[in-house]
């Protein structure tokens, strides 16, 4: 069933967002439509996308309809799942086809993941524009079969250029939320009441958390704060918030969290992040201009992460610390960064040069220009 489903019969751009299964697609996709929004107030914009993915829940939560479209991943390894792949995309893409006649879509705009496919292939029949946006240095699949029917690409890293889209392909950044930026260092510090350190060292390993990341912090937590003048904001994540807080003895200058709601803190009260490096979360460190650790995460499709990672390396604004070096090097690198303060200093510069705060709005301005009608 469509939710919040609100077709106007008008002249305005009419605008189908796709990207999900993920919050890495679903975010970037809101942020371009909450741009387009306020750039032109009578664009209609909906959304579709899988009832099983996060777009089905934050979409709506965002304020804007979404449609279903029946999709499923290609199983890498042999499975039987394949063998009724064809029908499966059959039945999204008579559904794509019937969604942009229905809602008379002037452009399909992408962001990534299998749920965007059959909405690509269907508006390149019926002769719609299409834009795609990709958040990773290395192009995602679904990206990589339907860059060859964009009118444009939209890329966040350099890297991620396709050699042969020439001008339809513009490097405009990550949408990503600009109020990161607001606190100031002391506002982000009394945050967490840590206004008398010198240094404060922020580690997470995302929503859920990490173990490998958790279990390094864990084994040199004490380390750092033997230090003195060194304080740890530590995001556990779901998963093993309780372990540790029973294994981790308190200590004043340690915050061992569950979830961090307020990472706008976290990045401005920190001279050094430990993190993984997701597309959202580099974009992240870049618009705060965060001196980083990275430890790209091993379970991601075609490592991307890494790819990630690498990018602002070669940058000089993060430095790449592979998992599978935790046991033996974690220790030394944080301590390492922690020691040269003149180094984070010149990784968060090289960090906040790379950073692209109007991707959104730059993104949404293309889309509206490519649009049938006018978007005044």
Known sequence: MTRQSHILRDDAPRILMVGGGTGGHAY???????????????????????????????????????????????????????????????????????????????????????????????????????????????????NRIGKRFADRIHVAFQEAVPPDMGERCRLTGNPVRTSLTKPSRDEARAHFGLQSVRQVLFMTGGSLGSQAMNEAMGASIQTFLDRGDTAVIWQTGERYYSRFKESIPAHENMRLLRYVSRMDMAYNAADLVVCRAGASTCSELMLTGCAS?????????????????????????????????????????????????????SMGREARRLARPDAAADIGRDILSLCRHSPA
């Open 28 to 142: 970037p996709a809101i942020a371009i439509a909450d741009a387009i929004r306020e750039q032109a107030p009578r664009a209609v914009i909906e959304f579709a996308g899988s009832p099983t993915g996060i777009e089905w829940r934050i979409v709506p939560e965002a304020g804007y309809a979404i449609h279903p479209v029946s999709v499923r991943g290609l199983q890498r390894r042999l499975s039987w799942k394949n063998v009724t792949l064809p029908f499966v995309v059959a039945k999204g893409l008579l559904q794509a086809h019937a969604l942009i006649r229905h809602m008379d879509a002037d452009i399909v705009v992408g962001t990534g993941g299998y749920v965007a496919l059959p909405l690509i292939l269907a508006a390149r029949s019926l002769n719609r524009p299409v834009v795609l946006q990709e958040q990773n240095a290395f192009m995602g699949l679904t």
């Open 293 to 345: 650790l990275l430890i790209p995460s091993p379970n991601v499709a075609e490592d991307h992460q890494t790819m990630n990672a690498r990018s602002l390396e070669r940058a000089g604004a993060a430095q790449v610390l592979p998992e599978a070096r935790l046991q033996d090097g974690f220790v030394s690198a944080v301590m390492d960064l922690l020691d040269h303060t003149k180094r984070l200093e």
